[in-house]
């Protein structure tokens, strides 16, 4: 599996969005990267969201690819700008397989669901 780097700090030029997938590719990922071959919509391209919109992002995977949203993680990236096109609010695309080496974290279901008031 790919080496994941944990950086908080995000380099300049590049923005941190997420995609969320079923965790039965995560192996896939770690080796080829997010591939826009892969895409199952009209576009095939790699779809992105914003930190906001993965509880959003997670249902609609299932509703996608079938499963459960236990089943679902979600990788946070570090991209380059210049590979992104906005659809609309918080919601991006990328017409470039993102590498393996832009993945700076991944997401799963516990994660998601702890309540924010807990944690502070």
């Known amino acids: 599996m790919a080496k994941v780097t944990k950086s908080r700090k995000p380099v300049k030029g590049t923005v941190r969005l997420r995609h969320a997938t079923p965790e039965r590719n995560l192996l896939s990922i770690a080796d080829d990267g997010l591939l826009c071959s892969k895409a199952k919509g ?62 700076v974290d991944v997401v799963d279901f516990d994660s998601l669901s702890e309540s924010p008031v807990e944690a502070a």
Do not use: C, F
């Open 42 to 103: 009209k576009m095939k391209v790699v779809w992105l969201h914003t930190a906001a919109k993965s509880t959003w992002a997670v249902i609609h995977t299932v509703g996608r690819h079938g499963g459960r949203v236990q089943d679902v993680v979600v990788l946070e990236l570090s991209i380059p700008r210049s590979w992104l096109r906005r659809n609309r609010r918080g919601l991006w695309y990328s017409t470039r397989d993102i590498p393996p080496g832009r993945i």
